[in-house]
């Protein structure tokens, strides 16, 4: 069976616009202790239909422990705290869900970089431990001006400060994981979740492997800018004003994420080492265009090899993530090459 | 001591277009038996001032086998047969060598592609080999219009065909490597050689620590049109004509290629796993904002962890690489900041 | 605050013997339904006390479904069923569980073993796709002869039989893990889990950072022979009777299992890639020679650097594990050299 | 066409001792500008015929210049000197040079370790550069007791002093790589090189593939006592006096160096990352057993999975080096089972 995405988008704002039924809009805002710190198949706070919208809240990545220099993290401190999950009706394991992403706006004017021991793809870890002393722990305080779509960074170690770009995302999108596991919030997987992936934006469509009945979407870890790479171990950290769609494709098979923007189709790879990432990434690219652009799998290896474009999401969580890409003004048309 | 790229660039420029003594424009086209296959310590074909322009012209990395559909590749093929070296004066090591590329243009007008056993991101290869069957052998022919600037794709499984944008640039510019080895020339390190990397094109200006007395500068390996992994093992592979200008930068230490363009300073990395290949080229962008910006690496490495951009350029060669890269106008002036 | 391991054990087997009170013996064989395919916090089956024996039964990783050839897996299997939680009391989250292996022998007298598309170290598997012709499915029947103590392996294409040595070990031995994680049962990691080292065998005591209260103990996989690696990626899989004594050491912290027998210290690491496994090993047993052997950092380092063993457990669970050793001979006195 | 390695020896011992013609014994000490710092095609040393004996010398590698306390490498230290290339008569390309190892005895009554920064597998290297502060510089002599055959250890930090067993063997033993390639000596790769395999020690024979007319033999890196993984960079470094025996097998065509002693057949794999070094280990192990032991591939691949043993042999060189084995007793006789 074969599913156009492109098609199902535009049938879904239409399905959100015009019809009498289907789409209502939702709103949520966690309580505190509503937050969520592991993706897995828990109880939901609330359920969706296909077509619905959903306006919710997500906290910063660091909490609220970090309001101004000098403040730190305190000892039992949680990264990631997550909002949802929200169960999505009709979702069964082997359909894909989809995440249209409509606004992702800072809470705050301020947002909040650390780096330090322990985490940052340039000292040791857990994960890459050594015998060198690590760095000190650093904070950095940024400043969101929302109407000149700016963040300022500010130098901790001369005046150096310049503003870039305002580009809110998603640091964490997911689904329940797949095998009955739980896994923490820092984590990247086939499922998505801390993938800190800068195109987890406005105007993105992202499509999840369903694990589990009901999907089980969860959502956090907003960040106002990010580097490819998030190479110190965060990025802008700050709490999100969210609004997103959903909808699920039925029997649309998928096994890692998967998003779709007006340039571009894409996939992403969550694993180590690095080149794993990669690899998960372009071979789920080849399948897509195999399987709904009617391409051979050694022509889309090909096309790919000479027209795709990747970056390093993140090098710093327990997976690392890589996104690849390929401009659907370079693929056949879906509709005439699909059998 | 500390050096200022962007103005060198400049006075390289000037150097080229005013000076009465010092610039000169050398024409080179070698001979096949005069084509290089490692990046070595070796007599060199020609010697060059600093400020100087080559023209030169680099033989397809597929050699001149493959002409039509049905050629094949000889028993005794060896790819990626560089042009060079070209002895630069006064540079030692220690120093930093500057090429500045001013023209790259196919020499001809199809560019070819292949994907096979051995090699390439998704089939096993001598460095990870596996129990599975290999991909069958394939090749595409790519037609070139260099007017309209594009390249265009053909399906070998079905009708389909479709103009990219023709981007053409060297898989290959390097010194001779370190320690005196010589190494195949399809191979990339902390000397540059087949980087595979897209943005060593016109408009760039690549930076390579200097190992051996004269640099010794080799190239080759041109593509018309790569993605960003070159996932089946090649690009759009064809002889480029080529103009460049070099410098030698005294006592500007780098350990791996840097490139400049107008927007972006970069930096590349080429090692294994590819997470390291990302720590080099990372570390590396630091120590440049560190040495030339003014900024302390604490400080860098949080900038980059909010608005670096990265790539990875390839994941076929013996050792991967990636290319990490920060727009200019988010950082010093280094004029201003730099001691 | 100092532990001593080795005295532990000691302590642990007089209590066992010795004590009017302390050690009871527990006898559990889990009923079909009450096998455990995550490891996580979930309630338990039993409740130990330190110095207490459990005798119970694991089932084969490959459940019960492979009795003779041409015996296929049905669609929905699940591997690594795996037998607990027990829950030990007094154990904390900073304390370690000691579990001490007595006696694991199979309980059956053939084991199995099966390669084959999508798992092993030599063909594509999701975490390292490829677009190679996996190989094909293959099972092997084992004999096992008990009282000779011989496993014999028989090939599949030819008439060759041998038997090899018959060394059974459990593939998997847990602790719930920490962050309220829930992880596949074929997961290693730093909680133990699917290690798949046949260094955990009787005469070893294995050693396991406790995460959760009770620390939660999983075992089953066990393997009646299994080379370092596990390419295949299955062992001689079979049904084990197993005893073993658990014991609570109190505010000695590790990070990842440590394992002891009569000869040697060893730590065991659990990640990918291969290299961050082995750098998380080695880190481990510089930690116990520097905390309870008086040794500073860099005297370990270098005594493991002259002196120590390693093999590579498995290369074919969604982590990897390396195993590192020292022998004991070479270690100062624990007792006269730690402060 | 097939080959029997386990013939071959005997044949090469029954030339060595019976033929009237063939053997001669050689004896070869490289003066200090003889010494080699590149694994290359140069100019040979000496000549050796099949079945000939060599009696030579190896240097330190660290060189002469660590004799006591206190003294320090010089700036323009280059490490792993290496005696040789020995040109050996008949071998091409296509073919298998072996080398039988009979004497590795140092010539030293003490041994020199060395830790610090820039190289190891706990500390940042230019490989895995990081921003931490790497560990200080620490030398540790060794005394070596040849009669009682130890190797004494005596920690920089306290008072202990331990014994370990003498176990000396080559770090570097190498062909000239193939492609022309000149390989710094402290590589290792397909060629052999830097491989720091502890088994390449008396009584075991060294297989190398020939890349060159000649083979181009080198030797080197001698260690006292090394651990597998090597993990602080180096081992007990000292000078060594070696008798070697080379043969021919003409047209035995191998990938990696393969090695063989009384008990075991053996193959080494070094590559990054350490994944890729196992599976070029035992993908050629396989091969092996396929060719010569009459196995077919997925019945080598299962036999390797219940009885294969492997060890890390170094982590610290520019590619890592894994060993694995299986022990000869499991194998089929070869001259009844290959065809």
Known sequence: MSCRPLLVILALVAVAQNSPLAAETHRYIPKPDELKYTFATTAPVLRLKPGDVLETWTENAL???LQQPGDTLPA?????????P?????????????VRLIKIEPAKDFAVGIAGPGFGALTQTPYTPMLDEPIPERTWFYRIDRRARTVEFAAGDSDFKIKLSLRPFLGCLAVAPAMAEARSTIVPEFFGGNMDTPEVRVGSTVYFPVNVPGALLYLGDGHAAQGEGEIAGTAAEV??????????????????PRLEDDTYLMAVGSYRPLEDAMRIASRELIAWLEADYGLSALDAYELLS????SNISQLVDPNYTVLVKIRKKYLPDPSSTTP
């Open 63 to 65: 909490g609220d422990h």
């Open 306 to 309: 000479v027209a795709m474009e």
């Open 86 to 98: 929200f169960f999505i009706e009709g979702a069964e394991p082997g359909d894909t869900l989809a």
């Open 239 to 256: 709490a999100m004003n969210v609004t997103l769609q959903v909808d699920v494709l039925k029997g649309w098979r998928i096994s890692t």
């Open 76 to 84: 039992d401190f949680r990264p990631n705290p997550n909002t949802g």
